[in-house]
Structures are given as structure tokens and as C-alpha cells.
């Protein structure tokens, strides 16, 4: 069974930087895509990043593009997200996510095969 351990969350006044990390077990597919997902309280889970694990190709939602960055580890198989610049609403629980889809664009929620339990991030104003 595949596992996911996102880690890193916390709290962090604005402006402020975190290091998001999540580390992939079991996971046997040849190819996919490994990102976050991320869901502020009252709202719908939106993408905020992702990397297409064999290639390195990146993208990342509007919002956090020039702030955050996501990188990964092969072999560690761990991926990423470095965020910086952080604002208030940034806040939100943060999921890593694999995708068995490997094509440009952003991560679906509705399209995710594996989630990690989620680590919080809050940054205080």
C-alpha cells in the first residue's frame, strides 16, 4: 500500500518561509506526478504545485507562482515545497498528492490516486 508523509507544516508570520517534505513508500508506478493540494478552511481543495517525477517539469497555480518552489529527491523519493514570501492567506491544510497522469497543467483533486494525511500551515497577518 503506497504512503505518503507530508511534514513541515506550522505556524509563521507573513513574509515568513516553510519547507514542506513528503516522502513516497511502496509506490511502484513507472511514471507519475507527485504536488500538493492544498485547503484553506470553508473552502474547496485547490492545487498550489506539482513535478512530473520523471521529467522535472514543473507547474504551479497562479497564486503562489514566484513564491514557492517544489523540487524533488529520487533518491530519497521525496519531493518539496519551499514557500516563501508567505501571506495570511496562504493558510490552509497542505496535501501531497501523486497523480498517475503525467501531462502539463495542474492537479485535479478529483484526479488523485494517493493523499498524505496533511500538514497545516498558518500565517499569521
Known amino acids: 500500500q503506497v504512503q505518503l508523509d507530508d511534514s513541515g507544516g506550522g505556524l509563521v508570520q507573513a513574509g515568513g518561509s516553510l519547507r514542506l517534505s513528503c516522502a513516497a513508500s511502496?509506490?511502484?508506478?513507472?511514471?507519475?506526478?507527485m504536488g500538493w493540494i492544498r485547503q484553506a478552511p470553508g473552502k474547496e481543495r485547490e492545487f498550489v504545485a506539482k513535478?512530473?517525477?520523471?521529467?522535472?517539469?514543473?507547474d504551479y497555480a497562479d497564486s503562489v507562482k514566484d513564491r514557492f518552489a517544489i523540487s524533488r529527491d529520487s533518491a530519497k523519493n521525496t519531493v518539496y515545497l519551499q514557500m516563501n514570501s508567505l501571506k495570511p492567506e496562504d493558510t490552509a491544510v497542505y496535501y501531497c498528492?501523486?497523480?498517475?497522469?503525467?501531462?502539463?497543467?495542474?492537479?485535479?483533486?478529483?484526479?488523485?490516486?494517493?493523499w498524505g494525511k496533511g500538514t497545516l500551515v498558518t500565517v499569521s497577518s
Open positions: 498528492a501523486v497523480d498517475r497522469a503525467v501531462v502539463p497543467g495542474p492537479i485535479s483533486a478529483y484526479a488523485v490516486d494517493y
Open positions: 513535478i512530473r517525477w520523471n521529467f522535472g517539469a514543473t
Open positions: 511502496r509506490l511502484t508506478l513507472s511514471t507519475y506526478t
